[in-house]
């Protein structure tokens, strides 16, 4: 032993070579504990069984007052069948437009809900041209929730324009009729916590296995907080289970991602 110390003291620099590297490995070895020890309190802290829990540690719940910032447009010829001046005193940023061109109608993407009647609102079709420019707004502006209304009792033929919009509505409408359809669409559209349980709904509603499930969950979580792209959420969705609209997941986590 003398001499191995002996050998080492005369060694001069390959001996102070050989500490460095070895004090590297000690400290990159205990980084690298620290890291997993990290890791693994973060997925005990999570269980990943559902997303709702997850959303409710990261974000604010959002209040009424808070969603009625929200801005809302009502595109009817008839803007009077709507009580504007209500909804305005009640705190929600409200606008109207009586008519609107095929060819200048982009303002719509500013706002997230609007009202739109079929008929008599667009000026090159006032009969028909409501089918056409919700057909664009709905392919254009995926994200803006729309509410189709009609103030006609009962008319086959517009079915189809019912059938491209988020919710549908008579008019006239009443005060407090028009204040709770605004509240409950935006409160499912626009609420982090809302849409976390719509997405539980539709995971609990494909009969996945609790382990499918979290790795699912795992995967969402993943791609809120930046690694994950929504490309390979798909792919590890419909990995691990065909049970599940991989599509239509992405497309909800997607909408939850632009809330957070």
Known sequence: MSQ???????SGWLANFFTVVLGLFTVGGGIYSISKWVKTLSDNANDYSNLLSYIKNRS??????YLK?????????????????YLRKRGFDLTTYEEVSLTDYSFIKNYDLIFMDVTNVVKEDPQRGGFE?????RAEFKEVVIVGVSSKRFDPTLTEFF?????????PIAEQDCENLITDLLEKNFSPVNIAKD???????SFLSHSQNKKIIKAITCFLNGSLNDENLIKKTSRTSHKVDAHRLAEK???LKGLL
Do not use: H
């Open 4 to 10: 191995f110390i002996a050998f080492w003291n005369g």
């Open 60 to 65: 604010r719940i959002e209040s009424q007052e």
């Open 69 to 85: 910032r929200r801005k809302i447009a009502v595109i009817d010829d008839q803007p009077e069948n709507y009580p504007v001046d």
């Open 133 to 137: 420019l919700i057909k664009r707004v």
């Open 163 to 171: 059938m491209m919009c988020d919710e549908q509505s008579r008019t």
């Open 199 to 205: 997405i539980d709904k539709m995971l609990a509603e």
């Open 253 to 255: 986590c997607r909408a």
